[in-house]
């Protein structure tokens, strides 16, 4: 496909690469608004967004002959011949370099535009808080992320707590060690400066990942948010709070499925309410929220470069996905072109189909589901 082979080499160039880091709907399509003077491939009539976490990888090893089904959409020269993306709750690494990770364990080159994380629509929100300080919670490198969409002044939680004393009660029974991995080391003088953070007022927090540590983070988080970002003060105004998925569980490596974000938030929800006056306030992103689907449905429209403004040539949006109340759920609610296929490999265990959110179609792997699609778009490969 020659669209996609010039889009490759465009994301690839040392002077395009900070583009596809930023890649968004609105920035999408700036980047490839350039490119439309190219002739779509004429098979890209369809386009597959996967889940990964319980599809196509269990932990960081590919399941369900994801590396084989995944080279089933490209040709024999190495190209993309069939439009996809990755659609997945998690996070806490940037997209470049989670692209280069599933590249490395999937054996095939993937694009950074073509990994849609949890947080990745907190991008959106970077003219509201361009200059602001803003706090990014959870495992990997939630800091890292945001300011690689653009935040200027973001500080992960680690950090931000290591700045007061005493503030989480029950650290010094913890090992900290990992903990405060990474963060800068600041001088008295500059904790202490007017200027340093205690003094500055957090004007949103962003949970970009899973928290590591509960009860440190549920104590941080909940001195900042009732407080309107100073934490010690006296009671106000809560900040905004945007979580990157609602996840209640996940399929891990262990046989039964993780609490997830959506349980952190429900830890937090409760503990702030019957604390503070007010009800804690908050955006989810993440599936099955269905602008996610509908992010995904325009990243996919462009990428195969269609000629006529406000038609979409992709007849079909497959859905491929292991859990029913988030992937299955969020394609039916984004309603059409999306197909939905449920996989017995992650939280999905079921003989039949779903009772409450019935998918489309349910295979055992993601290999099957992608031998389904290409049979059924009659296309040879
Ligand atoms: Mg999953």
């Known amino acids: 496909m020659k669209f996609l082979q010039i889009l490759r080499k465009a994301a690839t160039s040392p002077q395009n690469r ?23 491939p004429p098979s890209a009539s369809f386009g597959i967004a996967f889940d990964i976490d319980g599809v196509i990888l269990r932990g960081e090893t590919p399941i369900g002959g994801s590396p084989q089904a995944l080279k089933r959409l490209y040709d024999d020269s190495g190209n993309m011949s069939i439009p996809y993306v990755f659609l997945t709750n998690g996070g806490g690494v940037p997209e470049t370099e989670r692209a280069a990770e599933l590249s490395k364990l999937l054996s095939v080159r993937i694009l950074a535009s073509q990994v849609i994380q949890g947080h990745s629509p907190f991008m959106q929100l970077v003219n509201r808080f361009e200059n602001e300080l803003i706090i990014a919670v959870g495992k990997g490198e939630p800091a890292k992320v945001m300011s690689e969409y653009g935040f200027k002044n973001v500080l992960s939680l680690d950090e931000y707590a ?24 600041y ?31 549920i104590q941080v988080l909940c001195d900042i948010l009732s407080t309107g970002g100073l934490p010690g003060r006296e009671i106000s105004t809560q900040p905004p709070l945007y979580f990157a998925n609602d996840d209640l569980s996940y399929q891990g490596l262990f046989p039964t499925e993780r609490l997830g974000m959506g349980a952190f938030r429900i830890a937090l929800e409760s503990i702030y309410n019957r604390v503070y006056p007010n009800a804690l306030e908050y955006t989810s992103y993440g599936k099955p929220n269905p602008f996610v689907f509908k992010n995904a449905e325009k990243i996919l429209m462009q990428s195969i470069c269609h000629p006529i403004e406000g038609q979409n ?19 039916q609610q984004a309603g059409q072109p999306w197909f939905s296929i449920l996989t017995r490999s992650g939280v999905f265990k079921g ?15 993601v290999e099957e589901a992608v031998d389904y699609i290409l049979r059924k778009e009659t296309l040879q490969t």
């Open 351 to 365: 003989k039949g189909n779903h009772p409450v959110y019935p998918a489309d179609l349910v295979v055992d792997t």
């Open 313 to 331: 040539p992709l007849k079909t949006l497959y859905m491929i996905g292991d859990n029913p109340l988030v992937d299955i759920k969020g394609a």
């Open 187 to 217: 001088s008295s003088k500059e904790t202490d400066s007017e200027n340093g953070p205690p003094s500055q007022r957090v004007e949103a927090v962003f949970i970009v990942s899973d928290s590591v540590d509960w009860s440190r983070d």
């Open 18 to 40: 900070h583009r596809v880091s930023s890649f968004s709907a609105n920035n999408g399509r700036r980047f490839f608004s350039h490119l439309h003077s190219q002739p779509p």
């Open 162 to 185: 290591s700045y007061f004393e005493h503030i989480d009660p029950l650290g010094k029974f913890k090992n900290s060690t990992s903990q405060l991995a990474g963060c800068k080391k």
